[in-house]
């Protein structure tokens, strides 16, 4: 199984044909709400492909909190430490995009910021039992650390995704990562290394595996993955698909949600094959509008997926 131990954040999308000035208000032609938030996606991604999962997170008792949870059930994921505080709305990303496709975004992370020791104590034993925790940076730092503990000590296979990047990370989430996972921009922001291409991403994957990780994936957009372990610490390029993007959001959330799914049902797998893989069901997410909406479920994969 997989627990996910993060974020769910709505997203309020409004499109206009160019961003509002201080003070004005301006017409928008489309407005509509996404289910988001990296641990939430990630988690949905891991589920649709076949994966037991749990969501450990804190949404507040209020209707998008409420929506939250119908959505992880819709996507069979267990709800069952799913946490409603009424001390904080729920997560929320307020988006403004204009025709060019430029943004404006407002994060108020909320009730995720609430999800605290308590809660990961109480979620124990479903923590325990996982094969895989996956996790990320949209909850508190000290919790995030906790739940990498906790899953560490129980023996639980640890996939990080250090987003959204902060460049004083504290060092035992590198000692903690079974597998660290981040993007480019991520990445360069934690090590300094300005990463262009593959060769700076193997520059950048050397930087964060010497800090104490087992091995360390840099996620490169249409240029596929960088990867380097321990046991081979020479940096290796693993390109994906050409395909036409029509909306990059919630790619990394897709890749991540799909490696988590193969380190948890197919360990045996090698890390190669893995990420070619997690590269194809990433790629697929990117060719349809949306973030959750755009994943592939385990029907969809071809054969040579499984
Ligand atoms: P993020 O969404 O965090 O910025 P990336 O842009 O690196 O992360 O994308 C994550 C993964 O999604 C890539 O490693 C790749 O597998 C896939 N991907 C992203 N953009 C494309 C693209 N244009 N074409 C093919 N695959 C893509």
Redesign the pocket.
């Known amino acids: 199984a997989v627990v996910a131990v993060g974020s769910c954040m709505t997203d309020l999308v409004s499109l206009t044909s160019r961003l509002p000035k201080t003070g004005e208000t301006i017409h928008g032609h489309k407005f509509f709400i996404g289910f988001g938030g990296k641990g939430a996606n990630q988690c949905v991604q891991a589920a649709r492909l076949g994966a037991k999962t749990s969501m450990v997170c804190k949404v507040g008792k209020d209707s998008f909190g409420n929506d939250h949870i119908e959505n992880l059930k819709r996507n069979d994921i267990s709800t069952e430490f799913t946490y409603q505080t009424k001390d904080a709305a729920t997560g929320t990303a307020s988006i403004i995009v204009n025709n060019e496709g430029q943004n404006i975004i407002i994060i108020v992370a909320g009730a995720n910021l609430l999800l605290n020791s308590e809660d990961l104590k109480e979620a124990a034993s479903v923590i325990s039992r996982a094969k895989v925790m996956i996790c990320q940076l949209e909850v508190t730092p000290a919790t995030s650390l906790e739940a990498l503990t906790m899953a560490r000590t129980s023996g639980v296979k640890t996939l990080f995704n250090p987003a959204p990047a902060i460049a004083d990370l504290d060092p035992r989430f590198y000692t903690l990562s079974d597998v660290f996972c981040c993007?480019?921009s991520e990445a360069e922001i934690l090590t300094g290394v300005t990463v262009c291409s593959p060769a700076d991403a193997g520059k950048a994957a050397l930087v964060l595996m010497e800090r104490g990780c087992q091995v360390v994936i840099i996620?490169?957009?249409?240029d596929?993955?960088v990867m380097l372990s321990r046991t081979e610490p020479i940096p290796k390029h693993i390109v994906?698909e050409k395909?036409k993007?029509v909306d990059?959001t919630?790619?990394?959330d897709?890749?991540v949600g799909a490696l988590a799914f193969y380190l948890a049902y197919y360990p045996d797998l090698p890390m190669e094959e893995m990420l070619k893989r997690?590269?194809f069901i990433?790629?697929a997410s990117?060719q349809t509008a949306g973030t959750q909406s755009s994943y592939l479920y385990k029907k969809d994969l071809p054969l040579h997926l499984f």
């Open positions: 993007n480019e996620t490169l957009g249409a596929g993955c994906t395909v993007a990059t919630g790619a990394g897709s890749f997690s590269n990433a790629a990117v």
